[in-house]
């Protein structure tokens, strides 16, 4: 019974090596759009996304993400596109309505030809002074807490999925 949409949803692989080429606003544009179509807890839609496109701005946010594991490796794999998703805590199911996000946003993404990866410890980085500086910047208060950054981007690798364990689904 398999389709395009579920034939997407199964080979989207998480990207960790980009080329130079830039997605086009258009393509951004569907991708986004898609994210704010996830699903969200009461329709409350919680999440907001960040784009982030400048240089010095990914450098900055790709310290602070190492930063939260003493690393000094870029956490974002010299990707030059990030949506940064968060979400509004004084919802009860904005860690959820996040993820969703995320997802919507990867598989969309490999619908459209682009890579993508979700990375972790975005909650750690915009609870540090910097990360409020961000948020501020952005036009949002600290009521708002990291869930991931979707990094974006033309893929250079072509991996290949782990195979899935067994006993993944129970039936009754
Ligand atoms: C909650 C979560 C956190 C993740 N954090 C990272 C991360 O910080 N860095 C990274 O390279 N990949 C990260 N990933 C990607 C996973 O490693 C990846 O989804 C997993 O290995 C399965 O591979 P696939 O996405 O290609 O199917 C994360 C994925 C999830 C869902």
Redesign the pocket.
Known sequence: MENEVTRALKM?????SYSDKTVDDEVLKEILECGMYAPSGMGKQSGVMVVVKDEEVIRELSKM?AEVMNSDKD?F?GAKLLVVVLGDTRIRTYEDDG?LI?GNL?NAAYSLGVGS?????AKEMFKTPRGKEYLNKWGLDDTYEGI?VCILGYANEE?T??DRKDNYVIYD
């Open positions: 989207r692989r998480s990207i960790r993400n956490p794999y993820a995320m990867m990866c979700w990375i972790n410890r991931a991996p999925p782990k």
